[in-house]
């Protein structure tokens, strides 16, 4: 079965440089999230994205923004990088049912910012 | 704020005993309950969902779910040492065209050959 796609897998950056990390969701789903992962820590939310609209808002930094395109692939836009930023960005995508969103997560980009 | 609590282990259990999982919420409102498997370095892998109160069996997991005590729980039978890994806890709520997870912090579990 076809699952999320990320691209690029692994990113090196320096401080203070931009980055994009590209999320390609299952396809037939219709909303894509996005989670940051520091070591030890359990995936916090940054955005989602339904129906190419943003539905909700976690803890994005205000350097960040992302957005969703007509054939629901996401891009999340990082900008002036801080050391901090360096974890792992997963993408996920539901497919909405009823209430219910079981979310299938990609297998993230590794961000590391020197 | 809603929270997710789980014990941050490590649980060890040996290979084919039972290992059993728990986690609370504290938002009454939620609606749905997952389990993920997280490798290290690897991304959360889907295992289980439960929606209902009482329990769903798919192999040797079973996920129970008692609302009343907002109360979520996994059983890992025949624990095996490739099961060694870090499980996550999430609780969904949904609200209009809103919806994410809330993550507990995981736990790690070990099965000892």
């Known amino acids: 079965a076809a699952g999320v796609i990320q691209s690029p897998r692994h990113l090196i950056k320096e401080k203070r440089e931009t980055a994009t990390l590209k999320c390609y969701p299952i396809p037939r789903h219709d909303t894509v999230y996005w989670y940051q992962q520091g070591p030890g820590q359990d995936p916090q939310f940054l955005i989602s994205f339904y129906e190419k609209m943003q539905s909700d808002k976690g803890s994005i930094p205000d350097r960040f923004s992302a957005q969703q395109f007509s054939d629901y692939h996401s891009e999340l836009n990082m900008s002036s990088l801080e050391l901090g930023d360096s974890a792992l960005y997963f993408c996920?995508?539901?497919?909405?049912?009823?209430?219910?969103?079981?979310?299938?997560f990609g297998p993230g980009t590794r961000l590391t910012v020197t | 704020q809603k929270e997710v609590e789980q014990n941050s282990g490590p649980l060890s259990v040996p290979e084919g005993a039972i290992a059993s999982l728990n986690c609370t919420y504290s938002?009454?409102?939620?609606?749905?309950f997952f389990w993920y498997r997280q490798y290290s370095g690897k991304s959360p892998e889907l295992i289980m969902f439960i929606y209902s109160n009482g329990d769903k069996e798919d192999g040797r997991f079973t996920a129970q779910l008692n609302k009343a005590s907002q109360y979520v729980s996994l059983l890992i039978r025949d624990s095996q040492p490739s099961d060694s890994a870090t499980y996550l806890c999430a609780v969904g709520y949904s609200g209009g065209s809103n919806y994410k997870l809330t993550f507990g912090k995981g736990t790690l579990l070990t099965v000892n050959p």
């Open positions: 938002d009454r409102g939620s609606q749905s």
């Open positions: 996920a995508s539901s497919r909405k049912k009823g209430t219910t969103y079981e979310q299938y």
